[in-house]
T-cell receptor, first 115, second 112 residues
């Protein structure tokens, strides 16, 4: 069983809908991540939060809005998405080192379909 | 040139075979290196971190060659359960290790 929990596992939404993906970890990790993965492609980094502050935004369109309410929770708010945004959205967490290797623990993902 | 490049495969090998994957990276100042494994429709999971001195975990051996900017993964005595996509992951410098770049992955099929 994964130690990073993502909900929902599957989500179907229309282009005018507003929905949210949720991620939770209780490993005491201080860095949390959102990745997007299309079929047969590697994960692509979207956002990184370190100590609940946004550290990296990989020029993600504003229709994706991340939120980190506390060190255990990470949300991704979705609004006015396009069909090409359909993908597997992976949450990950890692220990926060001042420098050096951050080993990622991934959740099982939320599979999003935009109609 | 892509930041992280891998041979996509697929590699089709019989059980018991030894198979090697290579990965090259473009930024010579990259800090951290990993191999992840991803099963079909599952999340990636860490297989090994890769150190300059090389490291081994059972049937798996990882090597880093900083001069040539490549990372390798050797799997000995392949098992059916080793069938998966193997992702090379590199952290570029000056991002505190947070930014991770995944290679496109190498697919391995181990057959009986």
């Amino acid at each position: 069983d994964t130690e990073v929990t993502q909900t929902p596992k599957h989500l179907v939404m229309g282009m005018t809908n507003k929905k949210s993906l949720k991620c939770e970890q209780h490993m005491g990790h201080r860095a949390m991540y959102w990745y997007k993965q299309k079929a047969k492609k590697p994960p692509e980094l979207m956002f990184v939060y370190s100590y609940e502050k946004l550290s990296i935004n990989e020029s993600v369109p504003s229709r994706f809005s991340p939120e980190c309410p506390n060190s255990s929770l990470l949300n991704l708010h979705l609004h006015a998405l396009q069909p090409e945004d359909s993908a597997l959205y992976l949450c990950a967490s890692s220990q926060d080192w001042a420098s050096g290797a951050n080993v990622l623990t991934f959740g099982a993902g939320s599979r999003l379909t935009v109609l | 040139r892509k930041e992280v490049e891998q041979d996509p495969g697929p590699f089709n090998v019989p059980e018991g075979a030894t198979v090697a994957f290579n990965c090259t990276y473009s930024n010579s100042a990259s800090q951290s290196f990993f191999w992840y494994r991803q099963d079909c429709r599952k999340e990636p999971k860490l297989l090994m971190s890769v150190y300059s001195s090389g490291n081994e975990d059972g049937r798996f051996t990882a090597q880093l060659n900083r001069a040539s900017q490549y990372i390798s993964l050797l799997i000995r005595d392949s098992k059916l359960s080793d069938s998966a996509t193997y992702l090379c992951v590199v952290s570029p410098p000056d991002t505190g290790g947070f930014k991770t770049i995944f290679g496109a992955g190498t697919r391995l099929f181990v057959k009986a």
